[in-house]
């Protein structure tokens, strides 16, 4: 399995971005699909899961009305759509894949490489 992410880059705050995660050897209509964050110094934190069929999202309240997660299975790609970008989602994102049959994923088994999103002031 593999995870590629991308669409990460410097943006002003109250900009936009829109993370892709492609998914290779797994159909993420399978599995549900996360994504965290990291910043320099900091825990991993977690930003959004979607369910296997897409029809359930959980976010935390920090992002919550400002990211989006989403699934095209056509592509077989996860997206995050972030608005409202706020200095302190500078940070390096991941999406994940779990292997779970709670929702949300107590764990995530295969992870990206990351993608950095940089929010200047």
């Known amino acids: 399995v593999q995870l590629q992410a991308s669409g990460g880059g410097l943006v002003q705050a109250g900009g936009s971005l829109r993370l892709s995660c492609a998914a290779s050897g797994r159909t993420i209509r399978s599995y549900a699909m996360g994504w965290f964050r990291q910043a320099p110094g900091e825990e991993r934190e977690f930003v959004a899961v979607?369910?296997?069929?897409?029809?359930?999202?959980y976010l935390p309240d920090s992002v919550k009305g400002r990211f989006t997660i989403s699934k095209n299975f056509a592509e077989n790609t996860v997206y995050l759509q972030m608005n409202s970008l706020k200095p302190e989602d500078t940070a390096v994102y991941f999406c994940?894949?779990?292997?779970?049959?709670?929702?949300?994923?107590?764990?995530?088994?295969?992870w990206g490489q990351g993608t950095q999103v940089t929010v200047s002031s």
């Open positions: 994940a894949t779990a292997n779970s049959a709670h929702f949300p994923p107590p764990t995530y088994d295969y």
């Open positions: 979607i369910s296997r069929t897409g029809g359930s999202t």
